[in-house]
């Protein structure tokens, strides 16, 4: 299994940009945390055909988060009794 740091900052147009420390290739962006994990493990199998990613994420702590883009939060409907 393949492991990555990947280093988040926040972009100028106020989304996240974020870039593997061990593979500068290995580069995304995204709207959460969650999307950023989740779109580095896609860049990592279709440049390097890896299947099984680690992902670390590391965030500065002088980044500050909205609420929003801390996580992916699905939300699902209740049926009616």
Request: proline fraction near 2%; aromatic fraction near 2%; charge should be positive.
């Amino acid at each position: 299994m393949k492991g990555y740091h990947v280093l988040v900052r926040q972009a100028e147009d106020g989304w996240l940009a974020a870039h593997a420390l061990e593979d500068d290739s290995v580069h995304t962006q995204g709207r959460t945390l969650d999307e950023i994990t989740e779109n580095i493990r896609e860049v990592a199998e279709l440049l390097r055909g890896e299947k099984r990613v680690q992902v670390e994420l590391v965030v500065p702590a002088a980044l500050t988060l909205p609420n929003r883009a801390k996580t992916t939060r699905r939300r699902t409907k209740r049926k009616a009794a």
